[in-house]
């Protein structure tokens, strides 16, 4: 399989040159240059599979250049950290099917891909007999699954910024609290704008970045979305199993668009009429929405909600949609993003009939969140996160009768405790992993917001490449 830009700028590349590029050199989206397809009796064949198994026979279709049995042991190790039969289990209630996907070490489903992400740089770098120094700004979940994606690993140091004391205090202990020598977290006196700032300067110094091998964490990175995919076809086998449809609709709480993009990939891969329709939930940074109700993709304030994962206006991985939607025509969809970092908005209206055959969306007000995460518990003893509350209000809004509605349950409602409380009055179950957490030795820098004084700190205690 080879990789192409969304912007038409980059020679084909093979799968462990795209992971190593993780953005593409023209500024694009690395994307491969066909999407293989799953006919409907290998599907069958795959119905009794392991998680493990079947992430290898998704994955591999996408991979030349690893051997079979490498790529089958990068991925065992990667699912073995979760902590549930099955690895993304699912539940059934309210008529609707939650797919589990927080039981990895930072109960978010970020885990799900920055486990996997970890083991092949891993990988990748022994081979290549090269080192990494990641570097990134956190506003609380990306960083500690980051963290844990490649904490104790060989040729990878990271260095994590979050703004100190604005971010949960489970956040705060699961970073600061992984001791291992190759994690570096920094505090900074400031808002998480401000450590986003430092890092895009950091890394626009192209000599530094050069000298250091710096890598980012950005959710762009095609492994990524690659290992999001086998999520969405073990669900469409396990719904299967139970309901005699062969149609499913999935509702995704969605931010930057990683998460959906790969449902769209998996519907692209899955026989026809498999994966039926993607529901697209957002809270009050409702860009998403917009654009899939009438084609208006323009940017607003980020506004703050108790579901800070999805407080995101210019979604990071749209831009691969939108090279689908212009019937992959890379020099048209180069236009329209220089278009769109110019004036902060597109007009896609004219694609209204394409985008609704992928999509159906709805934006969830913080009041609606709170309810929802309310009348779940009253009425089936089921505590939702915040984020995972958005989807399943915009999947009970949007539910067809006979077709089976996945939602995905992005984080452990225990990562999100106050609004879970404020909402139905107790507190969620802890987990074992965060028993204890606020108590456990840390280790962290505080430091001012200056790029200087960071990038100092970074070259201090950097891998020599
Ligand atoms: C990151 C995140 C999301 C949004 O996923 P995207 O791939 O950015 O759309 C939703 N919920 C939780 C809990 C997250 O951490």
Redesign the pocket.
Known sequence: MQYLSTRGGVSPILFTEAVMMGLAEDGGLLLPRTIPRIGSETLSAWQKMSYAELAFEVMSRFVDDIPSSDLKDIINRSYTTFNAEGVTPLVHKGGLHILELFHGPTL???DVALQFLGNLFEYLLAKNQSVLNILGATSG??GSAAIYGVRGKERINIFILHPHQRVSAVQEKQMTTVLDANVFNIAIRGSFDDGQTIIKKIFSDIDFKNTFNLGAIN?INWARVLAQVVYYVHSCLHVAMHEKDSSVDFAI????????FAGIIAKKMLPAGTIRQLVLATNENDILTRFVNSGDYSLGEVKRTS?P??D?QA?S?FERYLYYLMDSDAARTKELMEEFAQNGKIDLSGYQDQIRRDFVAASISETAVAETIKSFYEEYDYIL?P?TAIGVKAALQNKTVGVPMVCLA??HPAKFCKVVEDAIGTPPHIPDSLIGITDKATRCELMEADMKEIQEFVSRNALQP
């Open positions: 978010a489903f970020k979940d990306t959710s709480p969605t931010g930057n668009f990683g998460d959906i579901s994962s999805m995101i979604a991985n996160d984020h992005t984080a």
